[in-house]
């Protein structure tokens, strides 16, 4: 299957000790959890730690969608009306273009009925404000492009991987020095083109495999 980029959060919210995100509505209390995850076991074993600290909440609904497709999803509206919490959750989530990711909701019953509607739309605004505060990386699939030159050419090839804005891995250093790039698929053919006549024809190629690179978004 083709790596395609995708966008997840990071770690897991709260962290360190920091208040899960709260949002209060007719004396209702709606705390969201949030956390990166790759696998259903590790949702369900995180998800009964958050239901462990908030023993006393009557709901606590989840979503999560996973894969580098997005193409597993599940919600649970953990006794809330049918449709009216694990979906939003889920929503949210989708909305965002978001995977890789669960995402929890504690309600704390504040004695006033919010109706059908009124618990979608807490869920989801609860959901997202989890989702809006979570640190976000876009993953983003590398061509590994391995590099090997003479000594006396690294310092204009390092200098060519620094203005270039090229990222790399851990050089080998022998007889030569070879250094791995991490390269856009669709750019390897240009880097060595412009590599090549950098070092006159002196630089020798070999592609590796593709590996996602989390890229930070602001």
Same mark, same amino acid.
């Given at each position: ?25 007719? +004396? ?92 979608? +739309? ?36 390092? +200098? ?41 024809? +002196? ?16």
């Amino acid at each position: 299957m083709t790596m395609e980029i995708y966008t997840t959060i990071t770690g897991e919210i709260p962290n360190g000790g920091v208040s899960p995100v709260l949002y209060e509505i007719q +004396r209702s209390r709606f705390l969201a959890y949030a956390i990166h995850a790759e696998d259903e076991n590790e949702v369900r074993a995180w998800l009964q730690t958050v239901k462990k600290e908030h023993y006393e909440a009557r709901h606590v609904p989840y979503a999560m969608v996973l894969g580098e497709h997005s193409d597993r999803q599940r919600s649970s509206d953990d006794g809330e009306p049918g449709g009216t919490a694990g979906s939003p959750i889920l929503e949210a989530i989708k909305a965002r273009s978001i995977t890789n990711a669960a995402v929890a909701v504690v309600r704390y019953f504040g004695g006033i009925k919010l109706g059908a509607g009124g618990l979608i +739309r807490a869920y989801a605004h609860t959901a997202g404000l989890g989702l809006d505060a979570a640190t976000k990386v876009r993953m983003t699939p590398l061509q590994t492009m391995y590099v090997q030159i003479d000594y006396d050419l690294l310092a204009p090839v390092e +200098r060519y991987i620094r203005d270039a804005g090229l990222l790399t891995e851990e050089a080998a250093y022998a007889d030569r020095v070879t250094l791995p790039l991490l390269v856009p698929a669709a750019d390897t053919e240009l880097h060595q083109r412009a590599l090549t006549d950098l070092t006159a024809g +002196r630089a020798q190629y070999r592609l590796g495999g593709q590996k996602y690179v989390a890229v930070p978004l602001a």
